[in-house]
């Protein structure tokens, strides 16, 4: 017998399907509910909704577990390279050697910009935010590649992924050097993804940059663990521009913008801002952490998860790797000596302990990126090249659902009731 849930409201009994995922987690299914008895539900933030069923990928937030189609984040981050790992979300299998070079293939087919879309970054301030570029040049790049612009076109979705993964990387890359009034640089054809935007972030005409083994393999890493991460704010709102039919362009622009908040995949910039401000002011790591327990409004960037109340895998990750960058590359932080400080004193201090707050994602990730001598400001930025992958597979996860549905959320409405307009001259 199917399990259910059980309501009963207003003299009315309800019978409830329980949905079962594969790693057991259960849902209400209420998709009958409001005809069946009025009521909706209520959950701003979502921290108790299932917005959709999906394969891709599974985060357990109390053990601190994370899978991309099944494989353990530890082993991917360990084992793999950033576009094996782009193809096993967007396609749901890890690529044999010929799907993977026939990617990377599509990948340096479709590298470079339009050669019109280079002058749109001269109608950018300098100052301009490069999350507000690549926005946009996304968007522009949709008009130029009317493949990228098309909608239902699965049978041409692996050139689509290639180019929009290909183009964000040369895009950013880009604005980055337009920022610092640099000549933007073309992609070269011997060099593999990661270390192919390093050497477009860095070569100069009179100095070529030669990637370095060890911070290619750490961005490749970084870029693993930015993947994706199921439901998170960037991608459901990627899920909700698809639903609408709107092209991955679209959709992909969208994702970004909502990225870029502070509180999502702006936290990282924010985490080293934090940093400095701290080692400015001279104050000490323990007088910081108490402003934050005092301040609702000051808050220790880098901790905290709607999902993980245990550590965040991906921080451990980051962590460990740090230490390994830094070394290799002879470079002493004085950041990562205050991260761990900052982190020793809020993990043993109750208001953190007492609301299950640890380290995330972006708490280390801002050190590494220093290493590699990105700048802050284009942190947020590597954050959307690595989410871009799991982008596009949600992306296709809701284009190939049977029976696609507009995402149309209900809401209670808390307004004046019914009144008659009034003429100006009454009011
Ligand atoms: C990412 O969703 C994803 O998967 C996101 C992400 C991904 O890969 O896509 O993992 C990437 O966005 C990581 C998070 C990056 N953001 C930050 O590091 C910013 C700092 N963190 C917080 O803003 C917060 O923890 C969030 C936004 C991450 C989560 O917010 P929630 O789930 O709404 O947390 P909450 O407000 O319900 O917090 C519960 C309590 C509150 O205190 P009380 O009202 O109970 O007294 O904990 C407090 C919060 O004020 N709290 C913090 C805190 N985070 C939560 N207090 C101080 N510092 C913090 N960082």
Not at 5 to 33: K, M, Q, S, W, Y
Not at 187 to 204: E, G, I, K, Q, V
Not at 239 to 259: E, H, K, P
Request: proline residues 5%.
């Amino acid at each position: 017998m199917a399990e259910t849930a059980t309501l009963t409201f207003n003299g009315t009994t309800l019978e409830l399907p329980i949905v079962t995922g594969t790693e057991g987690e259960r849902a209400i299914d209420i998709r009958h509910l409001r005809n069946a008895t009025g009521l909706i539900t209520l959950d701003s933030g979502y921290g108790n909704t299932g917005a959709t069923e999906s394969s891709i990928t599974f985060i357990d937030g109390e053990k601190g577990i994370l899978r991309y189609r099944g494989y353990p984040i530890e082993q991917l981050a360990e084992h793999a390279r950033f576009t094996e790992v782009a193809y096993l979300l967007m396609f749901g299998d890890l690529p044999t050697e010929t799907q993977h070079t026939e990617f990377r293939r599509q990948l340096s087919e479709n590298q470079f910009m339009h050669e019109a879309l280079t002058h749109h970054f001269d109608g950018f301030p300098e100052n301009a935010p490069p999350m507000a570029i690549l926005s946009a040049m996304v968007s522009a790049a949709g008009c130029f590649e009317p493949a990228l612009a098309r909608a239902d076109d699965d049978d041409h979705f692996l050139e689509l992924a290639a180019r929009l993964m290909s183009k964000v990387r040369t895009i950013a890359s880009a604005s980055y050097c337009k920022s610092i009034g640099h000549p933007i640089n073309y992609p070269r054809s011997d060099l593999r993804y990661t270390a192919n935007f390093l050497h477009m972030m860095f070569s100069l005409p009179f100095r070529p940059y030669e990637p370095h083994p060890v911070v290619v393999d750490a961005l490749d890493k970084l870029l693993i663990l930015h993947a994706d991460h199921e439901q998170n704010c960037s991608t459901s709102t990627v899920r909700m521009v698809c639903s609408s039919r709107a092209s991955m362009s679209a959709a992909v622009s969208a994702g970004i913008n909502a990225l870029w908040g502070p509180l999502h995949g702006g936290a990282n910039a924010a985490v080293i801002d934090m940093l400095e401000k701290i080692r400015r002011s001279g104050e000490s790591i323990k007088t910081y952490v108490e402003r934050v327990k005092t301040d609702p409004n000051t808050k220790l960037m880098g901790f905290g998860h709607r999902v993980y109340k245990n550590f965040d895998p991906r921080a451990k990750i980051i962590k460990e790797a740090c230490d390994s960058v830094l070394q290799k590359l002879g470079i002493q932080d004085p950041m990562l000596d205050m991260a761990m400080e900052l982190e020793a004193v809020a993990l043993q201090d109750d208001f953190f302990v007492e609301r299950k707050l640890y380290p995330n994602v972006d708490f280390y990730s801002g050190i590494i990126m220093r290493a590699i001598g990105i700048p802050t400001n284009m942190f947020t930025v590597m954050f959307a090249i690595g989410r871009l992958p799991g982008w596009i597979a949600h992306w296709r996860e809701v284009r190939m659902a049977a029976g696609g549905r507009i995402d149309r959320p209900r809401q209670v409405y808390q307004g004046p009731v019914a009144r008659d307009f009034v003429p100006v001259e009454n009011r």
